[in-house]
T-cell receptor, first 110, second 114 residues
Framework: KAGVTQTPRYLIKTRGQQVTLSCSPI?????VSWYQQTPGQGLQFLFE???????NKGNFPGRFSGRQFSNSRSEMNVSTLELGDSALYLC?????????FGPGTRLLVL | AQSVSQHNHHVILSEAASLELGCNYS??????LFWYVQYPGQHLQLLLK??????LVKGIKGFEAEFIKSKFSFNLRKPSVQWSDTAEYFC????????????FGDGTTLTVKP
């Protein structure tokens, strides 16, 4: 099976802009989770979607949002970008207890 | 709330040395435990996992981990490290009923000197 794929792999944006990241889970996986990875904060959970519904949410401001489509593909959106949003955004899919991670999208906010 | 603590931020070893990375978690219910590895420039890969049963679990590349419930620990071990084990290692936990939300430790950077 193909692994988790994320697009784009790299992004450069400026403050105030918005960005949309995409994630395609492993075939058959219905749960998709998003994480933010930064050197200072480590890996932090953003949210999880299951069958097109947000099932869990982390402690991030409302500027961070997501959605999931009927084919389980997911997108996350960050509006009004801030410098501190620069990070590696990881997507993970799961079916059962184990999460499998994609390569991430590296976002740089200038 | 769950929390995960990894004891060492950076470990430096010579090849063939033994490795043990500490991980303690805080959660009162049933947990699933994981170790992930992130090689330089690569994405997170699953090393091993524990759900139930034998507390000593074996993973890929010769790694193993032992779950000690009384100590809330899940330490990672390898008897003899190689230069190619140089990477960042993350311990993670999720609740048995909530597997889509994992809590990660801060990570341990392992540098193996040839």
């Amino acid at each position: 099976k193909a692994g988790v794929t994320q697009t784009p792999r790299y992004l450069i944006k400026t403050r105030g802009q918005q960005v949309t990241l995409s994630c395609s889970p492993i075939s058959g996986h219905r749960s998709v989770s998003w994480y933010q990875q930064t050197p200072g904060q480590g890996l932090q959970f953003l949210f999880e979607y299951f069958s097109e519904t947000q099932r869990n949410k982390g402690n991030f401001p409302g500027r961070f949002s997501g959605r999931q489509f009927s084919n389980s593909r997911s997108e996350m959106n960050v509006s009004t970008l801030e410098l501190g949003d620069s990070a590696l955004y990881l997507c993970a899919s799961s079916q059962g207890e184990t999460q499998y991670f994609g390569p991430g999208t590296r976002l740089l906010v200038l | 709330a769950q929390s995960v603590s990894q004891h060492n931020h950076h470990v430096i070893l010579s090849e063939a040395a033994s490795l043990e990375l500490g991980c303690n978690y805080s959660y009162g219910g049933t947990v699933n435990l994981f170790w992930y590895v992130q090689y330089p420039g690569q994405h997170l890969q699953l090393l091993l996992k524990y759900f139930s049963g034998d507390p000593l679990v074996k993973g890929i590349k010769g790694f193993e981990a032992e779950f000690i419930k009384s100590k809330f620990s899940f330490n990672l071990r390898k008897p003899s490290v190689q230069w190619s084990d140089t990477a960042e290692y993350f311990c993670a936990v999720n609740a048995g009923h909530n597997a889509g939300k994992s809590t990660f430790g801060d990570g341990t950077t392992l540098t193996v000197k040839p």
